[in-house]
């Protein structure tokens, strides 16, 4: 069982048996209906150190600040947090991926460059906000559709970090980041155009390789 008493500065504190030994968890400025909320947590922690916690547990050492949560850990009841910067986790998770393309890690590499440009690299990547998020977004100075792809990517890395524990919120999730064509990139190829253009190839394979999609409707190189 767990105890909880406050210091003549109005500090509570929590104290446990651990093996016979008298351990404290100094909680600070907490009242009292949060430090015997927290007794209770701490006493399932406590009972389930030979089974593993339930999801409920879990779930409240999620939510636990990091100052906190690193007493815990120094006191040997659950694992400490992972800390990474924003460079070294997203080299992290490049280095993974090792079943991309080489043109999508092109993509990952210039959009780690704006974060780490923006962010710093020696940022600790828990402390980037969604404010943070959208102002690295309202930062980038290339087309929208180049905008919708960084989002996307930046989403992707930190969904990861997400999944594992190094944050405990996507700061960029909120960010529009689907797909989008740029109609002002389209252009009609006339038959003018194409008779010009096949006039002046070199050979027969590249006439087919011209001529093909634009008569054929066939993609070029895929099909």
Do not use: C
Not at 114 to 128: A, E, W, Y
């Amino acid at each position: 069982m767990a105890s909880v008493s406050k210091d003549k500065k109005g500090n509570r504190k929590i104290q446990y048996l651990d093996d016979g030994r008298r351990r404290t968890i100094y909680l600070g400025k907490y009242n009292a209906r949060q430090a015997n909320a927290f007794k209770v947590k701490l006493e399932a922690l406590l009972a389930s150190r030979t089974t593993g916690p339930d999801e409920d547990v879990i779930q409240w050492l999620e939510s636990l600040p990091d100052d906190i949560h690193t007493k815990l850990a120094r006191l040997g009841l659950v694992k400490p947090r992972a800390s990474h910067t924003v460079e070294s986790y997203i080299d992290l998770y490049i280095a993974s991926r090792t079943d991309v393309k080489r043109s999508t890690l092109g993509s990952w590499y210039q959009t780690k460059r704006t974060l780490v440009d923006f962010f710093g690299g020696d940022r600790d990547i828990r402390s980037i906000t969604p404010e943070m998020a959208t102002r690295w977004r309202e930062s980038l100075t290339v087309g929208n559709v180049t905008v919708r792809k960084r989002s996307s990517i930046a989403k992707q890395i930190f969904r990861q970090a997400l999944a594992d524990s190094v944050v405990r919120e996507n700061p960029f999730s909120h960010l529009v980041s689907a797909s989008k064509a740029n109609k002002d990139r389209d252009f009609f190829v006339d038959a003018e155009l194409t008779t010009r253009v096949l006039d002046a190839l070199p050979n027969v394979q590249w006439r087919l390789i011209f001529g093909l999609p634009r008569y054929g409707g066939i993609r070029v190189p895929s099909e």
